[in-house]
């Protein structure tokens, strides 16, 4: 921990992509949701696979999930925060030394825990928390606390052991040595040596998914098409947590943040090929191919759960996705020649009535401010290598689906967990 670094947090503790659908709190579908198709070992086997490599990696700090495993909120496990998490390796725990952090506003959540506020935080550090992150009520916790110890609602040695493990990554982290961020830094924060970084991830997380008509490579040199709503939007290219909580497109006539987009880097390439780049579609004639960018618009956590009457299709009028996806792809369709579709979002999208329609499909995920370093895949200087993190459905009425499940071959997904295609055979 000491030197040039911060202290890492790794969350959310435990199994907090297993929530089943509709088990969400509030307005969100699955987020905050219940984990109950999974017994603990089962949990413990698929979910806790992150933490033990982040606890061999000295990690200070792991964060309490807002999710619940069979209606028990994490924030009240003591078996999973204390037992497991904090338990010896030689019981069969995973030996965690650092803290455990609760989430924003958590301990409020805690509905299965019966009385007020004081009852809840009580419920949440002796089950383990040992820092909360109540920003509206914080004092209130230090009262509960104070107030519990008095009454031998909570025992002295577990506040000593939350403040003992809180203090224990401070020291190991030098920070009463030094006690404030190390400003030498800071001049190179998104500087070349970071943005270079970006790019490099920016052009192995591509998946080509699809290439028929040899589509792609692009061809150096020619004029192509280029449109769709994601096409030159650094502030899609993020999606949430960017600036603001939810994200936010470009503002009109400026950009979010410095970057590439999309266009940016095509324009760049074929400039130095001595192409063209056409953004008018009705002065597409003669062009090689389109190059159409798609897909949904920013979103963060439960916001962008999916409600019973949306989907995960390109179709504007639904759910997150950007609006004129699909006209854009009629357009470009029209035009008679090779189609290259990249989707820009956070999960994959249900594109199977229209993949009829693309020569070539690209997955292209969040590609933040570096997106136009894909321009150097498209154009054929680098190969496609990213394969498929999850499975890529054919239908909502497919999902959950996840290789492994029984009878996975058998549902024949649109594009297999590992897919990918690369542009040299």
């Known amino acids: 921990m000491k030197g040039p670094h911060v202290v890492a947090t790794a969350k959310h503790f435990l199994g907090d992509g297993g929530a089943e659908w509709r088990t969400g709190e509030g307005s969100y579908t699955i987020d905050r949701g219940d984990i109950r198709g999974l017994d603990l070992d089962a949990i413990k086997r698929i979910h806790a696979v992150g933490y033990q490599e982040a606890i061999k990696m000295d990690v200070g700090a ?26 010896p390796v030689s019981a069969g725990g995973l030996g965690f030394q650092g803290f455990v952090i609760g989430d924003w506003d958590a301990i409020s959540l ?3 825990v019966e009385g007020g506020f004081a009852d809840k935080v009580l419920a949440a550090f002796n089950a383990g928390l040992d820092m909360s992150m109540e920003q509206s009520r914080w004092k ?22 939350a403040v003992s493990r809180i203090l224990k990554v401070k020291f190991k982290a030098g920070l009463f040595d030094s006690p404030w ?7 190179g924060f998104g500087g070349p040596a970071h943005r270079s970084v970006a790019a490099q991830a920016v052009k192995e997380s591509l998946v080509l998914l699809k290439n028929e008509r040899s589509a792609l490579p692009l061809k150096p040199g020619t004029r192509i098409f280029v449109g769709g709503p994601l096409a030159d939007d650094i502030g899609y290219q993020c999606g949430g947590w960017t600036v603001q909580w939810q994200g936010m497109g470009d503002p009109a006539g400026s950009r979010l943040l410095p970057g590439t987009s999309v266009l940016d880097g095509l324009r760049a390439a074929a400039a130095a090929s ?15 191919a389109a190059v159409v960018v798609v897909g949904e618009t920013p979103y963060a956590e439960g916001v962008g759960d999916l409600r019973p009457s949306s989907s995960l299709s390109l179709d504007d009028t639904l759910a997150k996705a950007a609006r004129g996806n699909l006209k854009a792809i009629a357009a470009a369709k029209a035009l008679k020649i090779p189609l290259v579709v990249i989707i820009v979002s956070g999960r994959p999208l249900v594109v199977t009535d229209q993949l009829k329609d693309m020569d070539a499909l690209v997955a292209a995920w969040l590609p933040g401010s570096e997106a136009g370093a894909m321009a150097a895949v498209l154009f ?19 999902l959950p689906i996840n290789v492994g499940d029984p009878g996975y071959a058998e549902k024949k ?13």
């Open 274 to 288: 001595g192409g063209e780049i056409v953004t008018d579609v009705s002065k597409a004639k003669g062009c090689s």
């Open 62 to 87: 792991v964060m309490a999930s807002f999710s619940k495993i069979g209606g028990r909120h994490m924030h009240a496990n003591k078996e999973l925060l204390t037992d497991y998490l904090k338990g």
């Open 380 to 398: 054929g200087k680098e190969d496609f290598v990213g394969k498929l993190p999850v499975t890529w459905p054919r239908s909502v009425t497919q």
């Open 140 to 161: 209130d916790v230090i009262d509960a606390l104070r107030d519990g110890v008095g009454a031998g609602s909570i025992g002295q040695g577990r506040i000593d052991d």
């Open 110 to 112: 805690m509905s299965e």
């Open 181 to 187: 961020a190390l400003g030498r830094y800071v001049d």
């Open 413 to 425: 997904p649109l594009f297999p967990y590992g897919f990918g295609l690369a542009l040299k055979k």
